[in-house]
């Protein structure tokens, strides 16, 4: 079936558009390119609308990637360059363009044991920030990311693209509260660590192993809530040896994360 060609004013290309503008709550994320169309396909993510500019698909993997979205049976539109212009991010789209809805997560009855990482994003204001710490929580084979007190959707169109698609595989747990978090953390016997550039012990001080692991990192600058202190939540901090007091939040969640993963794993 050929897809029909809509303009701007569809009420699928709105959707699209307040989207990719981050002008909705709903749990919808705008994906962009052949490489996104693939991870969708693989995963099976949900995909609500696919517009399609064939004018602006030029190379053999993009046309081969639309045509498996129609055959795929989502409902599929076709788009003028013009209006593609007014929806797409990037400098040269190759014409694809989705909608698509974030999986959920539920963590009851999940399993946790002494090999188990957890990492807390709490607070955090970036998009880009939140992306890369759900790619690092993949990277490092965190077995979730729970983010509390959040200050940015997860649907931004930024998170989606600093988390290279990770996002649709890492469970990803929002939590209202940091409180609320710390609770849950504390009914599954984590042992909980959180960064802390005044620490005077560093990370290397500490075998992580015994418990299940949650590190906690905070927004740049106010850094974690006061709950996870007040909890007693074990604070370490990342040597600096040069000028700069800190590093950035996803730098330091890598770092700690994959300390916490090799010591687990004996590497």
Not at 23 to 29: E, G, I
Request: charged share 20%; proline share 5%.
């Amino acid at each position: 079936m050929t897809p029909q060609r809509v303009g701007p004013a569809h009420p699928r290309v709105r959707d699209v558009l307040a989207v990719a503008r981050n002008a909705t709550a709903r749990r919808l994320f705008v994906a962009e390119g052949a490489w996104a169309h693939e991870l969708l396909l693989a995963t099976g993510t949900a995909i609500e609308t696919f517009l399609w500019c064939p004018e602006a698909t030029r190379t053999q993997r993009a046309r081969d990637c639309a045509r498996r979205m129609v055959d795929a049976g989502v409902a599929a539109y076709h788009i003028s360059e013009k209006v593609l212009a007014r929806i797409s991010t990037r400098e040269k789209p190759d014409g694809l363009v989705s909608l698509a809805r974030l999986p959920s997560w539920d963590l009851r009855g999940a399993e946790f044991d002494e090999s188990t990482l957890v990492l807390v994003a709490d607070g955090i204001e970036y998009a880009g920030n939140l992306g890369t710490l759900i790619r690092t929580a993949d990277a490092c084979r965190a077995d979730c990311l729970l983010v509390t007190n959040r200050r940015v959707r997860l649907s931004h169109p930024r998170v989606f693209g600093a988390s290279r698609g990770t996002i649709l595989t890492t469970p990803v747990v929002e939590f209202d509260a940091a409180d609320e978090a710390a609770v849950w953390l504390d009914s599954h016997g984590f042992e909980v660590f959180l960064a802390d550039p005044a620490s005077e012990r560093t990370y290397r001080s500490y075998a992580f192993n015994g418990a299940p692991t949650a590190v906690v990192v905070g927004a740049e600058g106010q850094g974690p809530s006061g709950i996870w202190r007040a909890r007693n939540a074990t604070p370490v901090s990342i040597p600096m040896l040069g000028v700069a007091d800190s590093l950035n939040v996803a730098a330091s969640a890598a770092i700690l994360a994959y300390e916490v993963r090799a010591r687990k794993a004996g590497w």
